[in-house]
């Protein structure tokens, strides 16, 4: 069974196989995690972002999927790059943020990536409620079946650390 772990703190900092990147579909950098990740691993992301872009992924990485490049210059091998839904009040889109970290953790065990390192997908600018989005996290990483030994759930501030703390309780 995976061992999960809260740090507060730094995505960008982290020391793990595999840093998971709440990216855009265009995988092209953005704000949030998604910047901070581009502007810490350097050009060499985004030039291999843009070569899926070029060749697999022509319209963007569909909302729930996952992929991997070079993790540049960051203290990891690989940014694996997950497109997390934007929260709705009208429709559960549950099962896609979900999707998240199962197809990141598909993608670490294709990668043979031992540690892991999350953000919480779509609780930012996508607006996911932060309990919500930790319960759905803290389940899928629990229910999914891995190689992957650790899971870092690397949150950002002292509210995400909370809401994630008490959904490992």
């Not at 899926?52 to 992924?57: G, K, N, P, Q, V």
């Not at 943020?97 to 609780?123: K, Q, W």
């Amino acid at each position: 069974m995976v061992r999960i772990t809260l740090v507060q703190g730094d995505i960008t900092r982290q020391h793990a196989d595999a840093i998971v990147n709440a990216a855009n579909s265009s995988l092209l950098g953005g704000g949030g995690v998604d910047g901070a990740i581009h502007r810490a691993g350097g050009p060499e992301i985004l030039d291999a972002c843009r070569d899926l872009r070029a060749s697999h992924y022509g319209k963007g990485l569909p909302t729930g999927r996952a992929v991997a490049t070079t993790a540049g210059r960051l203290q990891a091998r690989w940014v694996i790059h997950t497109v997390g839904p934007v929260w709705s009040a009208e429709e559960d889109r549950s099962e896609l943020l979900a999707s998240c970290y199962r197809e990141s953790l598909r993608v670490a065990d294709e990668l043979g990536a031992r540690t892991v390192a999350f953000p919480a997908i779509s609780t930012g600018i996508y607006g996911w409620p932060m309990e919500d989005g930790a319960r759905i996290a803290i389940e899928t990483v629990r229910q999914t079946e891995t190689s992957v030994e650790e899971v870092g759930f690397v949150l950002f501030d002292g509210r995400a650390y909370e809401a994630f703390a008490a959904q490992m309780e």
